[in-house]
């Protein structure tokens, strides 16, 4: 009887390993199974910087959400031009310096890089845990050095002081996700995610409503105050495209009418200043500093749908008029 119990227990044992093992496996190399679609859109870009593209493109975009909705690559691609859209949901220049030096790594230089991260992203960043990290999106040497820059620069305030390794090493932390993906068939809405950013070139909506009138983050506060790591994030993102002879343009994402008419003037004349330092110590071009456009055009507070041809447009006169 004793030695059957022990049977008993070590059978368990092993079976509980087991599983443990294999679900530990999908968690750690097949989150397309189980994350939320944004994941499909951290993939897709890191996909296309990691290997090798067949195709050329002379023109990258690097920006947040707002640009990823914002810019059409099909409407603002022509004989000259062929652009790809790398933008990131919640990302700022930390993600984008990593995403150009990695895909600079495996691809021929652009000619171009348009960077367009809204203003309040040059002052926090909520979503590097959410994110960032939770997508796994850097390698542990990366994730490292922005630790130690975090450290420091402003002892963690911008960022806060977690290690990037539970997310790897405690794999239980995606239980909830895992069985809200399953149940949800995730892994049909991350395969068309991605077969969409192959045709789109990596544009991609976040939702389809129009007047949207509420008030941005940067209509809320009321100055511009830049994170000291953010900035040398977007220091060292610019100094490696001037080390590869890539000339960059920065275009501030527009913002609704409501937004606008309650930026206080200290927020701006802040704002363009930071973007001054930046066009001064790096030759970066600003197309546009902060601006609006019609309420209409946007589909939420942040994201225009309508709108995006219109900043299409925009961004291609602006960077014809200065070619020229």
Known sequence: MFQTNKQIIYSVMVLTAIMFGIYSYFIIYHKMLFMDVEYAMWEYTKDKTQTSNEEHYNFLVLGDSRMKAAFIPEQFDDENLNSLNLSLGGSSAIEGYYTLRTYLKNNKKPDYLLVSYSPGMLTWHVWYWRRTVNFQYLNNDEFEEVYQISEE?????????????????YVGKYLTQLINGVMGYRWNDNKKMLEDLEKSKGHV???????????????????????????????????????????????????????????????????????????????????????EIKSVYFSDTYHVY????????????NLIADLN
Do not use: C
């Open 306 to 317: 309508k709108g995006a041809p219109v900043v299409t447009k925009s961004i291609k006169d």
């Open 205 to 291: 909506f976040f939702g389809t409503g129009e007047n949207a009138n509420d008030l941005s983050y940067e209509a809320t506060v009321d100055d511009f105050i830049p994170s000291k790591v953010l900035t040398r994030y977007v220091e060292k993102l610019l100094k490696l495209a001037q080390e590869e002879d890539i000339k960059v343009y920065w275009y501030t994402p527009p913002v609704n009418e409501n937004s606008f008419a309650n930026i206080t003037d200290d927020y701006r004349s802040s704002y363009n200043a930071h973007m001054k330092t930046f066009e001064r110590k790096y030759g970066m071009t600003v197309l546009k500093p902060i601006h």
């Open 153 to 169: 620069m402003d002892n963690h305030s911008t960022l806060g002081d977690y290690d990037y390794m539970d997310s790897q090493i």
